[in-house]
């Protein structure tokens, strides 16, 4: 918790003030007994009914201030609660989107999503009642013994023996309770990430029916996280028993040692009912407690989980940012200026001997990376799942930082950018298409946010969206759903291709962007793209040969390492593994070529001509150079 504290600036008033009315307001129920003795010995004994009119009054005084510092108090804890929750929340947050890619596949999505929600709202409500009661339950139970000693020592010894006994009670739960709180919360992780997984799954789970065997997991987490809970709540409920069964038996030894001083003469009636009276605020006061120790130890659990959060490093450091995200884009929207024609041949992307290792993994994801990609070439990707290709494309801005060599864009090492220096240079295409809830034009100014309607057609026109928005009756202003799923997959690549083109980024990396459209779709995009500034460096990523066939240089990618590089026709005549990738798909060019070795480039050519770019010949789209991508 103590690391968590620096979020209290701003609130140290309201953290004073809220636990200083407190004790006013306990000072006020200290005074009470003391009020009900004098009305018992001086009022109701001798018979004086103006006397106990004139206490009863003060009764009601001292009830009336205790309410107006409760009210006073609790005001200023909520205030000061709420906005240390608020604090703490939004630099996490601002913490967790600083995130290395690295960190975040370290960290999961699920726990953070629970430290972020219920996590922090554990802390709040222990910050709020720790405020509240943390000193008022100590302030009156040490209260209650000194007025005690001031009516009677002998009766005040009571007091003595049970309040130190009360306390390692409440310290022996608190030290067994709070790292099961703390396991608790990790059961929680589980179940959450089980349910979003689920929930995000749905389609696929009652395709399969796997309805039932999804239900049988998720009541065994939910069983883990429920017995996890009990055993916590049974320890925690000892509390109330071992605290009442003390303070009970101390009641008793009170009750007869104050008959035997009444018997005596040395106290009077009243002073033993006052007595009594502080000892029942000291079981009500510790009943407020044990709930405050749960309450607490909740709040601890939780603020070490979201402290252990702040512990993670971003995974990456960048020079200080200069430049705004608007300006990082002006800075870019020159594509094809003057400085950048000077040098045709100057180099936009290169790779010295690169390699890169996950955190969750020892073994190397990619490994000895060397090429050379020129200013305005289109660079196709292909191989087979998990060789690595996404992997590879995302080291160029910088989403993982490599293992060992260097990633070089426009001559300058990647980790030598400003951040929004960096990332202004690319558009960038996930393999999942991500469209967030907000209209069509909301989604496509993530890309820049200073675009016309007349650039926003412009670049849906390339992505070959504009079909998808003039089908809807809004147009750019209809509605997507969370997560895009109003759309189909085909409409959410294209949008998510039009966002990354409306940037006019120098770089433009489609990572298998294009697996949900049909092959005259994909025809026309490359085509179109194609035509865009030739000094836009593009990378393809993708399964399908016919994607990357014109690219101007082809990487083939196995086991994380370049196996091939080459143009189609070098590849075919010298790559075993894109002469094997190539013929999964059009298996009948092997048999009609009558060899295995596929060196007939002739036939191969005739048969993608008929085949794959039918389509695109009959849109008036040119074959050669880099006017088709693909």
């Not at 309805?211 to 017995?227: G, P, Q, S, Y």
């Not at 130890?297 to 939780?302: E, H, Q, R, S, T």
Request: proline share 2%; charged share 20%; hydrophobic share 45%.
């Amino acid at each position: 918790m103590k690391r968590l504290m620096r979020y209290i600036k701003g609130y140290e008033v309201q953290s004073i003030l809220a636990p200083l009315f407190k004790l006013f307001e306990a000072l006020m129920d200290l005074l009470v007994p003391i009020v009900v003795a004098r009305i018992i010995d001086n009022g109701i004994a001798m018979g004086n009914s103006a006397y106990v009119w004139k206490y009863f009054w003060l009764l009601i005084l001292l009830a009336a201030l205790g309410l107006a510092f409760s009210i006073t108090a609790q005001w200023f804890a909520a205030n000061a609660s709420v906005g240390f929750a608020t604090a703490l929340r939004k630099d996490l947050f601002s913490h967790v989107q600083a995130f290395s890619y690295s960190a975040l596949d370290k960290a999961g999505t699920d726990t953070l999503i629970t430290r972020m929600t219920s996590d922090v709202n554990l802390v709040q409500s222990g910050v709020n009642m720790a405020l509240r009661l943390l000193l008022r339950s100590p302030f009156i139970v040490v209260g209650a013994m000194i007025m005690s000693f001031t009516i009677d020592v002998k009766c005040a010894l009571v007091f003595a023996v049970a309040i130190p006994l009360l306390s390692l009670v409440v310290a022996g739960i608190m030290y067994v309770t709070i790292p099961l709180f703390k396991k608790a919360q990790a059961a929680l992780d589980n179940v959450l990430g089980i349910t979003r997984e689920n929930l995000t799954g749905v389609r696929v789970i009652r395709a399969f029916c796997k309805e039932e065997d999804e239900i049988a997991e998720f009541d065994v987490r939910n069983k883990e996280l429920t017995r996890l809970n009990e055993f916590v709540g049974r320890i925690s409920a000892l509390m109330n028993p071992m605290t009442f069964l003390m303070v009970n038996v101390a009641t008793i030894f009170l009750i007869k040692q104050g008959a035997i001083q009444v018997n005596l003469g040395i106290l009077k009636q009243g002073d033993v009912v006052a007595m009594y009276n502080y000892m029942a605020q000291m079981i009500v006061e510790l009943i407020k407690f044990a709930s405050l120790v749960v309450t607490i130890n909740k709040g601890l659990a939780g603020a070490n989980r979201v402290a252990d959060v702040f512990e993670i490093k971003p995974g990456m450091e960048f020079k200080g940012s200069n430049i705004s995200s608007r300006n990082a884009y002006s800075s870019n929207s020159g594509v094809g200026s003057a400085d950048k024609k000077q040098d045709d041949n100057l180099t936009a992307v290169k790779f010295n001997n690169v390699s890169l290792a996950y955190n969750t993994s020892g073994e190397e994801a990619v490994s000895e990376l060397d090429f050379t990609v020129k200013r305005g070439q289109t660079i196709g990707i292909i191989g087979a799942t998990g060789s690595g290709k996404s992997t590879l494309v995302n080291l160029i801005p910088r989403f993982y930082d490599v293992t060992s060599g260097e990633v070089m864009v426009d001559g300058k090492n990647v980790k030598d950018y400003d951040k929004n220096e960096l990332l202004s240079k690319f558009g960038i295409v996930p393999q999942k298409a991500v469209l967030f809830a907000g209209t069509i034009r909301d989604n496509l100014l993530w890309g820049n946010e200073a675009a016309t309607d007349r650039e926003i057609w412009k670049a849906l026109d390339t992505a070959q969206a504009t079909e998808v928005v003039k089908g809807k009756k809004e147009g750019l202003d209809y509605y997507i759903e969370q997560n895009g799923r109003n759309l189909s997959g085909g409409q959410k690549q294209r949008l998510t291709i039009a966002r990354a083109l409306i940037k006019n980024p120098s770089i433009l990396i489609l990572d298998d962007s294009a697996s949900a459209l049909d092959f005259a779709t994909d025809a026309k995009l490359r085509s179109a793209i194609g035509k865009l500034d030739k000094d836009m460096t593009v990378f393809i990523v993708s399964q399908r040969t016919s994607s990357i066939r014109h690219a101007d240089n082809i990487l083939v990618m196995d086991d994380g390492r370049i196996v091939g590089q080459g143009t189609h026709d070098e590849l075919m005549n010298s790559c075993d593994v894109y002469q094997e990738i190539y013929y999964s798909q059009f298996p009948e060019e092997k048999t009609s070529n009558g060899n295995d070795n596929g060196n007939d480039k002739k036939g191969k050519d005739i048969s993608m001509s008929e085949k794959d770019d039918k389509s695109a010949e009959s849109n008036n789209v040119t074959t050669s150079g880099k006017e088709v991508l693909a």
